[in-house]
């Protein structure tokens, strides 16, 4: 099986149009979230579905929110992994935003 290929610049157009398309629908640039913690399955079990995760840990939108600001805002930051962090925050979103 082939790797997926993730366009960087479709997933930049994509989050584009569905934050417009909320704000459009919902009048309201922002997302409320109750919710702080949450669990997380580390990647290498995440990615195997042979296999149940048993190492489940905690995980902070606030902390996650906290750490993606200082990558952004940091000149030098040139690792993936703060997608991890907009990734935790984009499914706390879309799960606030259905409820």
């Known amino acids: ?5 993730i366009s960087l610049d479709q997933l930049h157009a ?3 149009v569905l934050v417009e398309k909320y704000r459009e629908a919902h009048g309201t640039d922002r997302i409320s979230v109750e919710a702080d913690y949450y669990w997380q399955v ?3 079990s995440r990615y195997n579905p042979y296999t149940q995760p048993t190492d489940l840990t905690l995980g902070q939108l606030d902390e996650d929110a906290t750490f993606l600001r200082a990558a952004v805002v940091d000149e030098d930051q040139a690792s993936a992994y703060p997608l991890v962090w907009l990734a935790h925050l984009l499914e706390a979103a879309g799960v ?3 409820s």
């Open 14 to 16: 994509d989050l584009g």
């Open 1 to 5: 099986m082939d790797a997926l290929q």
């Open 96 to 98: 606030a935003a259905e």
């Open 42 to 44: 580390p990647a290498a």
